[in-house]
């Protein structure tokens, strides 16, 4: 990689607005996040003692007073904010929260369109000429905005790893009887695979603006596929059950295991499936693929395409 094309990748990233934007709304997700994480214990308890006190009060029209009360008390212990599962996903920069309560999405989103509009946008000005006349070598060029999307995706994930330290102080400081129930190195890991998973999704991001272009039409895709990828996830949760891990294979549902630790199925609910459980360092594995073929793939595109 070209240091001058790494510098100059970089200032148009951190001289335009768009990716400013788009670090200000991971954050506020994050935010929100950490804000439902917080209160959904507490909010949790409260329908547990209304449902204790109140022999008629129910979820649903065909639950019975005892199946609430269960349903509720389940809840409660899979939000638990002194359990050490609790507090990794507070620190979980993907966002899924515990028990799948937070803004799973979000962060993939944000890091997708970061690394499309890094590709798109010298295609739109017109920029991508001018620059592959001075830098020959188009691989140079693609791996000079790499380094900067992986560069701005860092910093992002530096922003979303301090929302979710002051997330945890407070957890354990508003919970009664909490304590601190992770160590250092537990959450710098959490957080690593945090950041790891978000430069390969801006690479992802990358590679598909790279292939298709129009700004427009890279921002359709890395929406649509945010959208589509949890639909296609409850639609076999549904359909099997829970009893595959094939859409685990997902890239965004890659990232997320990579970052909380869960499988797709896990993340959605479900308790039982036909397989082991995608473990952290197979999902990391697979998001690197993915980024490496598409990559690879927009490389090959990219030197042989006409730029005009």
Request: glycine share 12%.
């Amino acid at each position: 990689m070209s240091l001058a094309v790494f510098r100059a990748e970089l200032l148009k990233l951190r001289s335009t607005r768009t990716p400013w934007v788009i670090g200000i709304v991971a954050v506020a997700g994050m935010l929100l996040a950490q804000t439902l994480t917080l209160v959904l214990p507490r909010t949790l308890r409260t329908l547990e003692a209304l449902g204790g006190a109140d022999a008629g009060f129910h979820v649903g029209p065909q639950m019975s007073p005892a199946d609430t009360s269960e349903l509720l008390s389940g809840l409660a212990a899979a939000t638990d904010l002194g359990s050490a599962a609790a507090q990794r996903s507070l620190l979980d920069l993907m966002g899924n929260g515990p028990a799948g309560s937070g803004s799973s999405g979000v962060t993939a989103l944000c890091v997708l369109l970061l690394g499309a509009l890094a590709a798109t946008t010298d295609f739109r000005t017109g920029g991508i000429v001018p620059m592959a006349l001075a830098v020959p070598d188009r691989l140079r060029i693609l791996a000079g905005k790499a380094g900067a999307t992986a560069t701005a995706a860092l910093a992002i994930g530096v922003a979303l790893a301090l929302v979710t330290a002051v997330g945890l102080v407070l957890a354990v400081a508003t919970t009664p009887g909490a304590s601190l129930a992770i160590g250092p190195g537990e959450a710098l890991g959490v957080w690593g695979r945090g950041l790891t998973a978000m430069v390969l999704l801006s690479w992802l991001g990358l590679a598909v603006g790279t292939l298709v272009r129009g700004q427009v039409a890279a921002i359709v895709v890395v929406v649509a596929l945010a959208l589509v990828e949890p639909m296609i996830q409850a639609a076999a949760l549904v359909l099997t059950g829970g009893a595959t891990t094939a859409t685990s294979w997902l890239p965004i549902t890659l990232g997320s295991l990579a970052s909380a630790g869960q499988g797709a199925a896990q993340l959605f609910g479900a308790t039982t499936g036909a397989g082991p459980a995608l473990g952290a360092a197979a999902a990391l594995a697979g998001l690197v693929a993915w980024a490496a073929v598409l990559l690879v793939t927009a490389g090959a595109v990219l030197r042989r395409r006409d730029l005009a």
